[in-house]
């Protein structure tokens, strides 16, 4: 079966422009993540979502960051007004139950570069 | 809040040496603990990971972890690696405390050298 994919898988942008970043989840897992990775840096998680519930916003670095998802499937990661260190790849996960423990399944992630 | 640390940011190694990756962690609540690998130009896989149980687990490809308690950690081995095992390596942490959050560690890059 297909795996979590997110597009695009690059992404060149000038400062203060804005970003829509999207990811297609595994079909059937109700739970999605963000997460940013700065180079040289570990996973910084950013939002997740669990079927129906308010998502955990709490990862989000500032205003300018949303994160929106239909019902159980598509997601879009918007960065408004980027800036040079929004650069990084983002990388979005999903899992089938959403519950700790469940291992996440990653997509290939999209590399943004804010010139 | 958690944390998690990875001790070493490189680690090379030559072909059929042992390794240790090296991860400890700090929360105040009970933990489920991973290790993910990625292999260069692709994504993040799960490589093997302690819910509850025995505190030695093991992954297909031949590394464990075991967790240790009383020294939070979860080092993660391999007594013999292979060329094919350089990758970086990211310890993670999942605690249920409210909400949900998994975090991770920097990532460890193991360079396996002939």
């Known amino acids: 079966g297909a795996g979590v994919s997110q597009s695009p898988s690059n992404k060149v942008t000038e400062k203060g422009k804005d970003v829509e970043l999207r990811c297609d989840p595994i079909s059937g897992h109700t739970a999605l993540y963000w997460y940013r990775q700065r180079l040289g840096q570990g996973l910084e998680f950013l939002i997740y979502?669990?079927?129906?519930?308010?998502?955990?916003k709490s990862g989000l670095p500032s205003d300018r960051f949303s994160a929106e998802r239909t019902g159980e499937s598509v997601s879009t990661l918007t960065i408004q007004r980027t800036q040079q260190e929004d650069s990084a790849v983002y990388l979005c996960?999903?899992?089938?139950?959403?519950?700790?423990?469940?291992?996440?399944?990653f997509g290939p992630g999209t590399r943004l570069t804010v010139l | 809040a958690q944390s998690v640390t990875q001790l070493d940011s490189q680690v090379p190694v030559f072909e059929e040496a042992p390794v240790e990756l090296r991860c400890n962690y700090s929360?105040?609540?009970?933990?489920?603990l991973f290790w993910y690998v990625q292999y260069p130009n692709q994504g993040l896989q799960l490589l093997l990971k302690?819910?509850?149980?025995?505190?030695l687990v093991e992954s297909i490809n031949g590394f464990e972890a075991e967790f240790n308690k009383s020294q939070t950690s979860f080092h993660l081995r391999k007594p013999s690696v292979h060329i094919s095992d350089t990758a970086e390596y990211f310890c993670?942490?999942?605690?249920?405390?409210?909400?949900?959050?998994?975090?991770f560690g920097a990532g460890t890059r193991l360079f396996v050298k002939a």
């Open positions: 979502f669990q079927g129906n519930s308010a998502p955990d």
């Open positions: 993670a942490v999942s605690v249920r405390a409210g909400g949900f959050k998994t975090i």
């Open positions: 929360s105040s609540v009970s933990v489920y």
């Open positions: 996960a999903s899992s089938p139950l959403g519950l700790v423990g469940n291992e996440q399944f």
């Open positions: 302690y819910l509850s149980g025995s505190t």
